[in-house]
């Protein structure tokens, strides 16, 4: 079975810009849960989809957003990109939503961002 | 939201039992406690989770307290690629955000 996938694995944009990273979560998983990994503050959730619906939001701003298509596919867009928004983004997927045991994630490889 | 503390880091020897301990004093009856660990240039990888009684998979053993304030995550013969920063997570009920801390990097010696 193929794992969660994620494109592009790297990205170079200015500030101001906006970006749109995508996930294809393993076969059969409806949840897609996406991450913000950085070296100084570490993995820090962002938002959790499933069955297309966004279930919580980590405390970014409104500049962070997402959304989940009727394939489970989902998209994370960062628009007014800032210095700091400079982070590994990770998509993990999981065949129950958060909440319901096994909640096991399962992650992707990452796509760098990188703003200068 | 209920948080976890770990050590920095630990290191082991190889093929030696690892005991990576886990302390999350506000943990509510109903959080999950979760483990995952990530080897460098990787995104996260599952390892194990329990609620209240001791679990065991391949990977790994997941000892956890009476009280459930802490836990102890156990591999039972630590070998070089077991070398990673090991996260211990609580699934919070009623928000379901997974918290992150800061985890362990545990160093595997030849």
């Known amino acids: 079975k193929a794992g969660v996938t994620q494109t592009p694995r790297y990205l170079i944009k200015t500030r101001g810009q906006q970006v749109t990273l995508s996930c294809s979560p393993i076969?059969?998983?409806?949840?897609v849960s996406w991450y913000q990994q950085t070296p100084g503050q570490g993995l820090q959730f962002l938002f959790e989809?499933?069955?297309?619906?966004?279930?919580n939001k980590g405390n970014f701003p409104g500049r962070f957003s997402g959304r989940q298509f009727s394939n489970s596919r989902s998209e994370m867009n960062v628009s007014t990109l800032e210095l700091g928004d400079s982070a590994l983004y990770l998509c993990?997927?999981?065949?129950?939503?958060?909440?319901?045991?096994?909640?096991?994630?399962?992650f992707g490889p990452g796509t760098r961002l990188t703003v200068t | 939201d209920a948080k976890t503390t770990q050590p920095n880091s630990m290191e082991s020897n190889e093929e030696e039992p690892v005991h990576l301990p886990c302390n999350h004093s506000t943990i509510s009856g109903t959080d999950y406690i979760h483990w995952y660990r990530q080897l460098p240039s990787q995104g996260p990888e599952y390892v194990i989770h329990g609620l209240t009684s001791n679990v065991n998979n391949r990977m790994a053993s997941l000892a956890i307290a009476e009280d459930r304030k802490s836990s102890t995550l156990i591999l039972h013969r630590a070998t070089l690629r077991d070398a990673a920063v090991y996260y211990c997570i609580l699934s919070t009920s009623g928000t379901y955000k997974y918290i992150f801390g800061t985890g362990t990097r545990l160093k595997v010696l030849a």
């Open positions: 076969s059969g998983h409806r949840s």
């Open positions: 989809y499933f069955s297309e619906t966004q279930r």
């Open positions: 993990a997927s999981s065949l129950t939503p958060s909440g319901r045991d096994p909640y096991e994630q399962y």
